[in-house]
C-alpha cells in the first residue's frame, strides 16, 4: 500500500467527480434517489484516497457502480474509471483487470436483480454505465503514464550514477597526479638527506639530529606513498580487486605476525562489479589499519552473503577503547565516500570489549 499523503489535489479531484456524478444524476428524467445519491458521492469521495489505496478504492468504486444498478441508476461509472487509471499508474495491472471484470460482469446482474429491466435492456444499461472502450482507455492512460515516470526516474538514476562515476574518475585522477608528484619531491629530499649523513659520517662530523629526522620521515613519507600507490592503480586495474581476493589479503596480513582469521557465509550469487571491489577495498584497509597502527595480536575477517546485501566485518583486539574517539583518516573517508556511493551503510568505532571494528553493509542493487 502506498504512503502517499492526502492532498488538496486529491480532495479537488474527488469532490470534482462527486459533483460532477450527482449534478448528472440529478438532471436526469427520472431523477435521483437519495439511496442513489448517496452511492454516488461515496464513489468519488472515496477517490481522495486512489493514491494511498488504490486497490481497495477501485473495489469501492466498482461496488458502488454495482449497488447504482442495482438502484436503478444511469449515470456513468466515471469515479471507477479514475480509479482505474490509478491502480494501473501505482503498477496494480493484474488486480485492475480481475476487479473490472468481475464489475463488468456484476452490472448486468444487478440491473436484473433491481426488477427494472429484462436481460436485454439490462446488458444495454450496464454498458451504457461502464463501456469497455472507457475501461481500456483509462488502463491505458494509467500505464502509459506509468512507463513515463519509471523512464524519468531511470534517467535521473543514470544522471546520478554517471556524475558520481565522473567524480571518482576526477578525484583518482587529481590523488595520481598529487601522489606522483609529492614522490619525485620527497624522493628528492630522502635521497639528500642520505647523502648529507653518509657524507658526514664519512669525515667523522656529528651527524645532527634533524638531518636525521629529515631521513627517516622520507623513507617513512616514500612507504605510505608507494602503498597509497598501489591502491589507486589498482583501481585501473580490477582483475585482483574482489571478495575472490581477500584470503590473498588474509594471508599477507598474516605474514606481518597478526593471526587473521576469514570467514565466510551464506551463498555468493552474482555480486555487482562496484561492489565486488569496495568489499576489497573496505577489507584491505582495514586490515592496513590494524597492522599499522592498531598494535592489535588477532583480526578476524567476516563476510556474509545474504539475499540482497553483502555484509562485511572486521574486528581487531587493539588497543581502542569506547573512551577514545577515533580520527577520521583517509583512509576510513575513503571506505565511507565509496559505500555511500552504493546507497550502503559503513560502522567504524571502537568496540566495547576492546580494540576496533569495521561493519558495511553494501546492497546488491543500488536503490533510488
Same mark, same amino acid.
Given at each position: 500500500?502506498?504512503?502517499?499523503?492526502?492532498?488538496?489535489?486529491?480532495?479537488?479531484?474527488?469532490?470534482?467527480?462527486?459533483?460532477?456524478?450527482?449534478?448528472?444524476?440529478?438532471?436526469?428524467?427520472?431523477?435521483?434517489?437519495?439511496?442513489?445519491?448517496?452511492?454516488?458521492?461515496?464513489?468519488?469521495?472515496?477517490?481522495?484516497? /486512489?493514491?494511498?489505496?488504490?486497490?481497495?478504492?477501485?473495489?469501492?468504486?466498482?461496488?458502488?457502480?454495482?449497488?447504482?444498478?442495482?438502484?436503478?441508476?444511469?449515470?456513468?461509472?466515471?469515479?471507477?474509471?479514475?480509479?482505474?487509471?490509478?491502480?494501473?499508474?501505482?503498477?496494480? /495491472?493484474?488486480?485492475?483487470?480481475?476487479?473490472?471484470?468481475?464489475?463488468?460482469?456484476? $452490472? =448486468?446482474?444487478?440491473?436484473?436483480?433491481?426488477?427494472?429491466?429484462?436481460?436485454?435492456?439490462?446488458?444495454?444499461?450496464?454498458?451504457?454505465?461502464?463501456?469497455?472502450?472507457?475501461?481500456?482507455?483509462?488502463?491505458?492512460?494509467?500505464?502509459?503514464?506509468?512507463?513515463?515516470?519509471?523512464?524519468?526516474?531511470?534517467?535521473? /538514476?543514470?544522471?546520478?550514477?554517471?556524475? $558520481?562515476?565522473?567524480?571518482?574518475?576526477?578525484?583518482?585522477?587529481?590523488?595520481?597526479? $598529487?601522489?606522483?608528484?609529492?614522490?619525485?619531491?620527497?624522493?628528492?629530499?630522502?635521497?639528500?638527506?642520505?647523502?648529507?649523513?653518509?657524507?658526514?659520517?664519512? &669525515?667523522?662530523?656529528?651527524?645532527?639530529?634533524?638531518?636525521?629526522?629529515?631521513? *627517516?620521515?622520507?623513507?617513512?613519507?616514500?612507504?605510505?606513498?608507494?602503498?597509497?600507490?598501489?591502491?589507486?592503480?589498482? *583501481?585501473?586495474?580490477?582483475?585482483?580487486?574482489?571478495?575472490? @581476493?581477500?584470503?590473498?589479503?588474509?594471508?599477507?596480513?598474516?605474514?606481518?605476525?597478526?593471526?587473521?582469521?576469514?570467514?565466510?557465509?551464506? @551463498?555468493?550469487?552474482?555480486?555487482?562489479?562496484?561492489?565486488? /571491489?569496495?568489499?576489497?577495498?573496505?577489507?584491505?584497509?582495514?586490515?592496513?589499519?590494524?597492522?599499522? @597502527?592498531?598494535?592489535?595480536?588477532?583480526?578476524?575477517?567476516?563476510?556474509?552473503?545474504?539475499?540482497?546485501?553483502?555484509?562485511?566485518?572486521?574486528?581487531?583486539?587493539?588497543?581502542?577503547?569506547?573512551?577514545?574517539?577515533?580520527?577520521?583518516?583517509?583512509?576510513? $573517508?575513503?571506505?565511507?565516500?565509496?559505500?555511500?556511493?552504493?546507497?550502503?551503510?559503513?560502522?567504524?568505532?571502537? &568496540?566495547?570489549?576492546?580494540?576496533?571494528?569495521?561493519?558495511?553493509?553494501? =546492497?546488491?542493487?543500488?536503490?533510488?
Amino acid at each position: 500500500m502506498s504512503r502517499a499523503r492526502i492532498g488538496v489535489r486529491d480532495w479537488a479531484v474527488a469532490v470534482g467527480v462527486a459533483t460532477v456524478v450527482l449534478v448528472t444524476g440529478l438532471s436526469e428524467p427520472r431523477g435521483l434517489e437519495p439511496f442513489g445519491g448517496v452511492l454516488l458521492a461515496a464513489g468519488g469521495l472515496a477517490l481522495t484516497a /486512489r493514491r494511498r489505496a488504490p486497490i481497495p478504492v477501485l473495489a469501492f468504486t466498482g461496488l458502488c457502480a454495482v449497488a447504482g444498478q442495482w438502484a436503478g441508476v444511469d449515470v456513468p461509472a466515471v469515479a471507477y474509471l479514475f480509479a482505474v487509471y490509478a491502480a494501473v499508474r501505482a503498477g496494480h /495491472r493484474t488486480g485492475t483487470v480481475v476487479t473490472s471484470v468481475i464489475t463488468l460482469v456484476a $452490472l =448486468p446482474v444487478a440491473a436484473m436483480a433491481s426488477g427494472r429491466y429484462d436481460p436485454g435492456e439490462a446488458f444495454a444499461q450496464a454498458r451504457g454505465v461502464l463501456e469497455l472502450a472507457w475501461l481500456i482507455a483509462a488502463g491505458a492512460a494509467g500505464e502509459a503514464l506509468r512507463q513515463a515516470e519509471r523512464r524519468a526516474d531511470e534517467a535521473e /538514476r543514470t544522471r546520478e550514477e554517471s556524475a $558520481l562515476r565522473r567524480a571518482d574518475e576526477e578525484r583518482l585522477h587529481i590523488a595520481r597526479e $598529487l601522489h606522483d608528484t609529492l614522490t619525485h619531491q620527497i624522493s628528492v629530499i630522502k635521497v639528500q638527506a642520505e647523502v648529507a649523513v653518509h657524507l658526514a659520517r664519512k &669525515r667523522g662530523d656529528p651527524v645532527p639530529d634533524a638531518l636525521l629526522a629529515i631521513r *627517516d620521515a622520507g623513507r617513512e613519507a616514500s612507504r605510505e606513498l608507494r602503498a597509497t600507490l598501489e591502491a589507486l592503480r589498482d *583501481d585501473a586495474d580490477t582483475r585482483s580487486c574482489g571478495l575472490d @581476493h581477500v584470503a590473498d589479503l588474509v594471508r599477507r596480513a598474516r605474514t606481518t605476525g597478526l593471526d587473521a582469521t576469514l570467514t565466510v557465509e551464506g @551463498h555468493r550469487a552474482d555480486v555487482p562489479a562496484a561492489v565486488d /571491489r569496495t568489499a576489497y577495498r573496505i577489507v584491505q584497509e582495514s586490515l592496513t589499519n590494524i597492522v599499522r @597502527h592498531a598494535a592489535a595480536a588477532t583480526a578476524s575477517v567476516r563476510i556474509d552473503y545474504r539475499l540482497d546485501t553483502v555484509a562485511i566485518r572486521v574486528d581487531d583486539d587493539g588497543g581502542a577503547t569506547p573512551e577514545l574517539v577515533p580520527v577520521a583518516g583517509v583512509g576510513l $573517508l575513503g571506505m565511507r565516500e565509496r559505500v555511500t556511493a552504493l546507497g550502503g551503510r559503513l560502522r567504524a568505532e571502537p &568496540r566495547s570489549e576492546g580494540g576496533f571494528t569495521v561493519q558495511a553493509e553494501l =546492497p546488491l542493487e543500488r536503490t533510488p
